[in-house]
C-alpha cells in the first residue's frame, strides 16, 4: 500500500466553525507533513512530524493545530480561520525528515473553502 | 542554502512533439533531485529522482531527466507528448520544503 489517504476531500467552514482534517498512511513512514497550496503555487510547507514529534513549524497561525496521535495517523484542527486561508492542503509521508534522497508520498488533498 | 528555478511557468506543446521542462539548482554541493506531477484537484506525485549514480535517469510515464552538474541543470524531457502529460510539474531538492515554482504544461491535439 503506497497510498497516503486524506478525508474529507472538500470541505466549507465558516469563520466560527471547528474542523479537523485527517491523514493516514500505513507505509511504515516516520515523517509526515501538512502543506498548504495555492492555486497556480507550489506547495508551502506548514508542518513536519518525525518519530510522532512536531519538528518543523514554519511559523503557522495558531489557528491550525496539528496533531499525530500514531506513526499512521495525521490531523490538522481549524479553528476561526479567515477567508484567505483557503486553499488546497496536502498531508505527505516520507521514510524520515532528514534523509536527503527519499521522497515524498502526497494524499489527493483536502479542497477547504473559508466563508 | 538550497534552491531550485524552473524556467517558463508555462509551456506549450502539440501531442506527439517533445517536451522539455527546465530545472536548475542552486547547491554547494551536489544535491538530491525530484520532478514531480500534480494533475488538477490530486496531489503531487513522484515522477523520478536523482540521487547518486547514473545521472540519465528514467521515470514513470516515460519522462526522463539528466543531471548535468556543470550546467547545475536536471532538464525533464519526454520524447512524444500525450494528452494525458498536461498537467503541473515542480522539480524539487532534497529538503521536501524547497520547491520549484512550478511549469504548467498544454498540450495541443
Redesign the interface.
Known sequence: DTEVTQTPKHLVMGMTNKKSLKCEQHMGHRAMYWYKQKAKKPPELMFVYSYEKLSINESVPSRFSPECPNSSLLNLHLHALQPEDSALYLCASSQDWLGGNTEAFFGQGTRLTVV | AQSVTQLGSHVSVSEGALVLLRCNYSSSVP??L?W?VQYP??????LL?Y??GATLVKGINGFEAEFKKSETSFHLTKPSAHMSDAA?Y?CAV????T????T?LTVKP
Open positions: 544535491p538530491y525530484f514531480y484537484n490530486q496531489g503531487l506525485q513522484l529522482k540521487t547518486t503541473e515542480f532534497e529538503s521536501k520544503s520547491f520549484g515554482d512550478g504548467t
